[in-house]
């Protein structure tokens, strides 16, 4: 019956979407009326009203609801959906101020006396107001209402003229930032959570063991992840539409001829090409470069663009009249002043010291106050221009709330589509296709281009991803990134608005192009431009780095990277370290050599012991990396005989896991009917006999176990214990190996550190002899806090703390004074040894660190160096399989 309410709701979701209801209201309206109804019935007929539930019960399923209601308003730490409403803001600005009109009308004439060049114009101001603005309607409206009117002037081909505007304005939902990669974002943040549990539980039906590897698991993918992930391919949609404008401007000029600028290429031009591209340009830099770079998260960067956006529209708004600048340049250079501050002068209130800090941080007070002034005279102006800020709060609540009230709709229908056992149906239904996740994957793509000739991105990406998404990220023999499968989907999602018969953007079209112009040539018009978004979608597709590279680069790069010794980084850490042994290992052996033969009598043994047993763990480097590439070479050779059997034995074990999940809903049916007043026998004799079979089919499939699956199951988890040994004994070698160097580097460097702590420690003598208790407590703390820094004082750090323990109870000030002389005599003559290993084998040291810095002793540095991200990067932005570890 679970199946039964599970198409009433499909229909009742299409057949209210078919009539013209809001998708805000058919969402959820189809889930509660659904959801009432099963209840209804089981509890009319069933007496239990959870009868009908594949999974918990009504209840349950309001809770979850409400529990959706929570995440969105109130749980901080998803934050995601803030940036929506100022994105939006930043958009409807723009629009309302006319610098998307100004750009077009620019760019057409600086463009246009090539072939093609109106329409390439178009393409680029369609990617320029995808990056300020992201919103179709506004883009693809206003170049409806300028350009096209130009293009057909031009005598342009009326379905390549269209095609050309609509498809620029739909750059929007892929070229950051934008909406729909941030409810992408928010969509799949829950869905790697499901997708990582799924994982768990298919690690542990295939190898026993309910500890999976931390390098097996999933990362989420954040709006900032998605922003990077979408720039390139947003490039490759926009050079795709380039070349084939230009093309076929060159094959057929008379569908693209040029459109000449009727006035001049002067100074005055040049200006006015200036003043229009320049700050429109600075905003996207700004607001794209603060997220790259780390200094601002997606919201604080949306809050950026947002006042960036209302600053541009105080001087627009105002053009050709006197003082209308103003407020910009006092903002400009208010800025600038902020950050020429911060970068000379330490900006902390709380650490002033000096008459230089007090400059600097009342620099930096007068400059930011007089930026809020200009923003406030910028909002000033806005709101008392023909009341634009009013008109664009007021779009920019109506707009998310919308947005809002879909997702909620959304996760009321999802929750519903679950508990009927939807999930688990289409999971069986992917899982049992042949040819693994390339058959799956082309399967979803299939379904969500045919669903966008019907829906609107929103609907397909918070109904659709939330169901198929924890399906394709659980995979471990694609094992995609939750940011590829994001843009996978954005890109396949902005073809809903070109396909007819639902196209927004040949909508919005069709309402300001003139009648000349048919509704046949509009959508003849985009049919190209559709394949070049499916050409598109397949070259990002065949190549992920295209959307992982960039993402993995700037968070190996950021503040918070993880140090080399990451486990989720060791697998390309070592293909880069290993290519680099076999250029460098002469250099390194001399070095190695070299240092071995350094004269360390002037270190206490245990420095002695420990760098000489790290020299010979520098030495067996290049016999663990043989010992890891033959074992590797012999897992590899395996692999090759070995897989067919293990993908066998895997879509066994898939079919054993839906007969499973069965014979489970069986018997909660038969308990449900059991528990009833008057319990329907033939009905549960009728689920013991399907149960049977069921049982009957599962014992099959158990004895479907290939041939000599057992044996070959063995011997491929010999020969990947074998492997990870090897690599686990080179990891710890090269850690012996550097691990004594830059510490003892430190503790040599610390002697001057030791001589003020000699002068800090004789001035404790009388205050050891006359003061108090607690002030002698204190006055020794104080110097302990300073030996606790110094590498390598630990004698003297412990004579310290005995000194202050003999003032604890009954003052002991014979045994502190002893216990300041014994720390005296180590600070002697630590810093006696420190000071002639600084000269005699300090420079040696540096060359031998220098030497291994970047290959032996990688793994135990804070951080990747910049040609180390850059190789990291690259080897992660390819999909790794990981099944046969399953």
């Not at 996207?284 to 956006?309: D, E, K, P, R």
């Not at 330490?346 to 620099?363: E, W």
């Not at 058959?439 to 929103?458: P, S």
Request: hydrophobic share 50%; charged share 15%.
């Amino acid at each position: 019956m679970e199946i039964v309410f599970l198409v009433i709701l499909i229909i009742t979701m299409i057949a209210a979407l078919g009539i013209g209801f809001p998708v805000a209201f058919a969402l959820p309206g189809s889930a509660i009326l659904t959801i009432s109804l099963a209840a209804l019935t089981g509890f009319l007929f069933e007496g239990n009203a959870a009868a009908f539930f594949a999974h918990g019960d009504p209840i349950q399923w309001l809770t979850a609801g409400v529990t959706n209601f929570r995440g969105i308003y109130w749980e901080p730490e998803r934050d995601t959906l803030i940036a929506i409403p100022l994105f939006i803001f930043m958009g409807i600005m723009l629009e309302r101020s006319k610098i998307a009109e100004d750009l077009l009308v620019t760019m057409g004439q600086l463009f246009g006396s090539i072939p093609g060049g109106v329409g390439i114009s178009v393409v680029l101001v369609g990617a320029l107001l995808a990056a300020t603005t992201g919103i179709v309607g506004a883009t693809v409206v206003a170049m409806g209402l300028i350009s096209l009117p130009v293009m057909l002037r031009a005598n342009y081909s009326h379905a390549l003229a269209t095609g050309t505007i609509s498809a620029s304005g739909t750059l929007g939902q892929i070229i950051p930032p934008s909406i729909v990669l941030i409810i992408l974002a928010d969509q799949l943040s829950n869905a790697t959570d499901q997708a990582a549990s799924i994982r768990k539980e298919e690690f542990k039906i295939g190898t026993g063991s309910s500890s999976m590897p931390s390098e097996f698991d999933l990362t989420s993918a954040s709006a900032g992840d998605m922003f990077l992930g979408a720039l390139l391919p947003g490039l490759v949609l926009v050079g795709l539409y380039i070349a084939y404008i230009l093309i076929l401007a060159l094959l057929k000029p008379k569908m693209a001829p040029a459109a000449p600028h009727e006035g001049k290429y002067d100074r005055t031009f040049a200006v006015r090409v200036f003043m229009v591209l320049v700050p429109p340009l600075a905003l996207i830099i700004t607001v794209l470069g603060s997220i790259i770079s780390g200094i601002a998260t997606v919201n604080q960067a949306g809050a950026i663009g947002a006042v960036g956006a209302m600053v541009m529209a105080s001087y627009r708004l105002l053009e050709g009249k006197p003082g209308a600048y103003r407020p910009a340049i006092m903002a400009l250079v208010s800025l600038i002043i902020v950050l020429v501050v911060h970068s000379h002068f330490k900006v902390n209130i709380k650490g002033i010291v000096t008459g230089t800090d007090a400059l600097g941080v009342g620099l930096a007070a007068v400059s930011t106050l007089s930026l809020m002034i200009a923003i406030a005279w910028s909002g000033w102006r806005v709101y008392k221009l023909d009341q634009t800020l009013e008109g664009v709060m007021v779009e920019t609540a109506k707009t998310t709330s919308l947005v809002f009230i879909i997702l909620l709709g959304a996760a009321m229908l999802t929750a519903s589509f679950r508990a009927f056992g939807g999930e688990e149906l289409v999971r069986d239904f992917l899982s049992g296709l042949p040819g693994g996740f390339i058959t799956k994957f082309m399967v979803v793509m299939a379904v969500i281009f045919v669903l966008g000739f019907f829906l609107d991105f929103i609907e397909i990406a918070v109904v659709v991803v939330p169901i198929i998404s924890p399906i394709l990220l659980a995979d471990p023999q694609a094992n995609i990134t939750a940011v590829w499968l994001g843009v996978m989907i954005g890109v396949n999602m902005q073809t809903s608005f070109l396909t007819p018969p639902f196209g927004f953007a040949l909508f919005y079209l069709r309402g300001v192009a003139p009648a000349a112009v048919t509704t046949i040539s509009m959508y003849k018009g985009v049919v190209p431009f559709i394949a070049l978004q499916l050409i598109g979608l397949a070259i990002v597709g065949f190549y992920p780095p295209l959307v992982n590279y960039l993402p993995a680069r700037v968070y190996l790069s950021s503040e918070t990277a993880p140090p080399p010794q990451n486990p989720r980084l060791q697998a390309c850490l070592e293909e880069y370290l290993f290519a680099e042994y076999k250029t460098k290992r002469p250099g390194l052996e001399a070095a190695i050599s070299a240092a071995a033969g350094i004269n360390l009598s002037v270190l206490p043994d245990k420095y002695k012991e420990s760098m000489q047993d790290g020299f010979t763990s520098a030495k067996r480097t290049f016999d663990m990396v043989k010992r890891v590439e033959e074992a590797d070479a012999k897992l590899n050779a395996y692999v090759v005989k070995y897989r067919p059997l293990h993908l066998e034995m895997r879509d066994i074990r898939v079919e054993i896991g839906a007969a499973t999940r069965e014979i489970a809903a069986i018997e909660k049916d038969i308990g449900i009917l059991s528990a009833a007043n008057k319990p329907k026998q033939s009905k549960i004799e009728q689920l013991k006999d399907d149960k049977e079979a069921l049982l009957k089919k599962l014992e099959e499939l158990k004895q479907q176990t290939p041939n000599g699956w057992t044996q070959a199951r063995a011997k491929y988890i010999e020969l990947e214990k074998a492997e990870q040994n090897a690599r686990r004994l080179y990891r710890r070698t090269v850690d012996n190996a550097y691990e004594p160097l830059p510490d003892l580097i430190k503790i040599i460097n610390a002697g001057p550190a030791l001589a003020a702590l000699e002068d800090r420690i004789k001035a404790l003598d009388p205050v050891v002899a006359t003061e108090t208790s607690e002030k002698a407590t204190v006055a020794i703390k104080e110097v302990e806090a300073v030996a606790v820094l110094i590498p390598g004082a630990v004698t003297i750090q412990s004579a310290l703390a005995k000194a202050r323990r003999a003032f604890r109870d009954e003052p002991n000030r014979a045994d502190a004074a002893a216990n300041l002389a014994k720390a005296m005599k180590e600070v002697a003559a630590e810093a006696a040894w420190r000071s002639s290993a600084a000269k005699a084998i300090g420079p040696a040291l540096g060359t031998y660190n220098t030497a291994l810095h970047d290959t032996i002793g990688l793994r135990l540095q804070e951080r990747l160096g910049k040609a180390q991200v850059k190789e990291v990067a690259s080897c992660l932005s390819h999909h790794r399989d990981i099944s046969l570890s399953f």
